[in-house]
């Protein structure tokens, strides 16, 4: 295999035991017990809440947008006469916003794993992947609630505290946590397929948005049903948060299944 | 739910049986119809000493991550230490640690987060002794509770070298592990070497041939993906090695 005819070789000048440290000398071996699935799967979790509960970098630029989006809303209703109701869009407005602060805070969520290629020693672990698109996506649905509790509030007081909400009203909860996993589900793994492309923050949204369309279609219907109440309320509202659970567990487990393909593509 | 393997199960002593540390057959990888690496063989015993040397685009870096299973072959097979990178991945990394001349570390995580981190996701049994132990050898224990953002790119280096030594690999790939370090911190990289190499094997990737040479036991020289040459360092001085280099590459 040797292209070349070899000739004898001087004694390298290879750095040796009497050059090092005393610490480096005392590097002992260790065991290693590989963790459990789940175990892999806190730590992970907790890696990403701990790094953004120090930079809140996610969060405040969520909800800063947030809040910038309801400004824009409050901008556009005040045109409407003075007596306009709110109440019947305010479940599609309530999503056009938790749609547009996801898309920011998705595009965000693996720039920290880009800048030193740490998601590169992620995958160096031996571990499931998919463990890794799991965690990412924890993280993502905790701190999107956590910029739904700060924000839907505001809405209320801003939009719908002159309207006579349904007795159902509390009932929307169940559409915003199943659209928010959904969303967080589905945009973790596209965050994960454009963040090393070119303009990814585009791709995302042209990618998220087509790709959620049913779930936001049947969270409006849900919420908006909920807000509004209605006898045949129940008639609308269990079919489409069923749709939407539906979505959810298609769209997670395809990630799950798929996840390894992606991130190691 | 629950997935123990310790370091003494059966893959493991396999592992430690192999006489391999790579095992290379017919491996190539191409991007598009553009081959990086092209019908590449040649096996390293254990405990050697590795250095790849080539000029920019020659594949050495293809190499390096299909060998820490980043990248997959297009054709041919990779054993590490006895494991085939495409039957048993989590085996393969489980046992190599990957030094590249970026930190893959978390910048907005303390020098102590990022390798305990490290620690507890690679199931190291006493993780905090472990770290402490680490930080000594690359002398930042006084600066375990920063940032590794505010850290130099020398002092980030060493804690990627401590992070790639955390679970106490058997097989080290290192990707221009040179590359920033001060002289101070190349003083201390050579001294971990030389304590290490006599319990692990090393691949290393540089532009530098004599730092190069002076490490290896093997030689391995690529030319536009292709294998040029691989030969014990022995059978080799460097004027002639250096001279083959830039026959091969050109300059």
Redesign the interface.
Known sequence: MTATEPTPRATPSVPTATATSAAAATLTPTATRRPSTFRQYRILLGKDLRREFRTREMLTSMGIYAVLVLIVFGTALMQASAGFDVLPVAGGLIWALIVFTSLLGLNRSFSHEKEEAALEGIMLVPLDRSVIFLAKASANVLFLLVVEIITLPLFYFLFLSGSALAATFGLAIVPLLVGTIGIAGVGTLLATITVNTRGQDVLLAVLFVPLVFPLLYACVAATSVALLGGEDMMATFGPAVALAAAYDVIMILVSWLLYDFIISA | ???????TSAPVAAAAAADSALEVRALSKAFGTRKALDSL??ELPTGAFLAICGANGAGKTTLLRIL???A?PSSGSVSVLGCDIKEQ???V??R?G?I?H????????TAE?NLL??A???????PQT?VS??L??V?LTARRYDL?RSFSRGM?QRLAIA?A?I??PQLVLLDEPYTGLDPHAS??F???????RA?RSFVLVSHDLRKG????SHLL?LNRGK?????P??????A?FSQ?YYQTVGG
């Open positions: 739910m629950t997935e123990v393997v310790e370091k063989s040649f820490a299973t980043l997959r991945p989590d085996e990394r489980a190599i990957f590249s970026r930190s893959m570390l978390y910048p907005d995580l987060e981190l490290a507890r996701l690679y199931g190291v049994v006493e472990r132990e680490l000594a050898a002398e590794a980030t992070r030594l679970h106490d003083e201390i050579d001294a971990l070497l030389a304590t290490q319990s040479f002076e490490l290896a020289l294998l040029e040459l691989f030969a360092s022995a059978e080799l001085d460097f002639s083959l």
